[in-house]
């Protein structure tokens, strides 16, 4: 789903910055150039307390000229949701998703015991973000971030994702060489970005730190955490019109393409009732 996918990204872009951040103020295509935006991102980073191990993470960087080109060309959320949908919610992923549910049985029970999101939305958010992990992308998330923190169109918004994906390093949580993802910076199987990586990623499977590239439960509690966190009712519907629609438009605020989610939450929760 990589035309899809580049869509998608951008709806997640507007994830809050951490509340105690304090306003960045690195200028966006400075007179320095990328070089000069980046030496003067790392002062305002290590004042709000990355470390060396942490800023090294900037050292050689470049802008990513593809990144700026898959952000400037979006547009399939013009789709109606019957032409978007019934591309998305294809038979091999269905089908895919059916056996993964089976195969998650337990861990999906306890997470919705724990956070209250019945496995069938979070395997529609799993299948249709990377393909239940398939297409993570293969982009740096610190260039990527870097280049769309530098480009005015999203400055302020990005230098904080910027700031997140450094911390993700300072904290030992991911090094930079494994923080790869798609053109928006977005990491793991269903595609966190940096702040939402810091904010709502939880270790479930046991080990010291979150792993939302190789850990299926860690995936999907992470995930359910973000719904929980945004407001996910336990026990309510998730349709158009009940009271878990909005959450999930927190997790995507394009229309069709929660729609979609929830259809195929639908369609993934009929067939494990049967």
């Known amino acids: ?20 951040a304090p306003a960045l103020a690195a200028q966006c295509n400075s007179r320095g150039g990328f070089p000069g935006f980046i030496a003067e991102f790392k002062k305002e980073a290590a004042a709000q307390g990355i470390s060396r191990r942490g800023l090294a993470a900037l050292d050689g960087i470049s802008v990513e000229n593809s990144v700026l080109a898959a952000d400037r060309r979006q547009g399939v959320f013009r789709q109606s949701f019957e032409q978007f ?21 337990a861990a999906l029970k306890h997470i919705e015991q724990r956070y209250g999101v019945p496995g069938a939305v979070l395997v529609a958010i799993w299948g249709l973000e990377t393909d239940y992990g398939v297409n993570q992308g293969k982009l740096s998330v610190v260039r990527s971030v870097a280049t769309l923190a530098y480009d005015c169109r999203r400055s302020d918004k990005f230098q904080g994702e910027l700031i997140d994906a450094l911390r993700i390093v300072d904290r030992g949580m991911m090094t930079s060489a494994e923080l790869r993802g798609d053109w928006a910076g977005e990491i793991g199987q269903t595609q966190f970005l940096p702040s939402s990586y810091v904010k709502y ?10 792993d939302l590239i190789r850990n299926a439960a860690d995936v999907l509690a ?6 929980k966190s945004h407001g996910w009712q336990r026990g309510q519907g998730w349709d158009q019109g009940q009271p878990n ?7 995507n605020k394009a229309e069709v393409y929660a729609k979609t989610i929830a259809l195929f939450a639908d369609k993934l929760d009929a067939g494990q009732r049967r």
């Open 245 to 251: 629609f909005a959450v999930i438009q927190e997790w």
């Open 201 to 210: 990623a939880v270790s479930f499977g046991g080990g010291r730190h979150p």
């Open 222 to 227: 992470s995930t359910a955490n973000y719904l």
């Open 1 to 20: 789903m990589p035309n899809a996918k580049a869509a998608i990204a951008a709806t997640l872009i507007g994830a809050l910055l951490i509340a105690a």
């Open 85 to 105: 949908s019934g591309r998305m919610i294809s038979r091999d992923r269905l089908t895919k998703g059916a056996r993964l549910m089976a195969q998650h049985a």
